[in-house]
Nanobody
Framework: QVQLVESGGGLAQPGGSLRLSCAASGSIFSIYAMGWYRQAPGKQRDWVTTTITSTASTNYAESVKGRCTISRDNAKNTVYLQMNSLTPEDTAVYYC?????????WGHGTQVTVAS
């Protein structure tokens, strides 16, 4: 089992920044990938970004490319999502995920609200 706990959400103004954190615990050995999805009110959960453990490669959805950066601190078993130039369209619950052994694990989500 892998447990994921997100933090760092909150209220930001348009044009502002937030950094989300996702701390992993439990059977974290051999996690293949970690990343983020988000779900806006009344919409489906959409993929945002992924980082592959073995290669440190990253991928981003077009909607956040150039504005968001995923990074990880292996010593802390934590993945971060730095979000800049926020717009109201970024308002959503952000969910951290991890894949290990063919299984998908989710955090409980952290709310991000972008409003003036």
């Amino acid at each position: 089992q892998v447990q994921l706990v997100e933090s760092g959400g909150g209220l930001a103004q348009p044009g502002g920044s937030l950094r989300l954190s996702c701390a992993a615990s439990g059977s974290i050995f051999s996690i293949y990938a970690m990343g983020w999805y988000r779900q806006a009110p009344g919409k489906q959960r959409d993929w945002v970004t992924t980082t592959i453990t073995s290669t440190a490669s990253t991928n981003y959805a077009e909607s956040v490319k150039g504005r968001c950066t995923i990074s990880r601190d292996n010593a802390k078993n934590t993945v971060y999502l730095q979000m800049n130039s926020l717009t109201p369209e970024d308002t959503a619950v952000y969910y951290c995920y991890a894949t290990r052994g063919g299984l998908l694990y989710w955090g409980h989500g952290t709310q991000v609200t972008v409003a003036s």
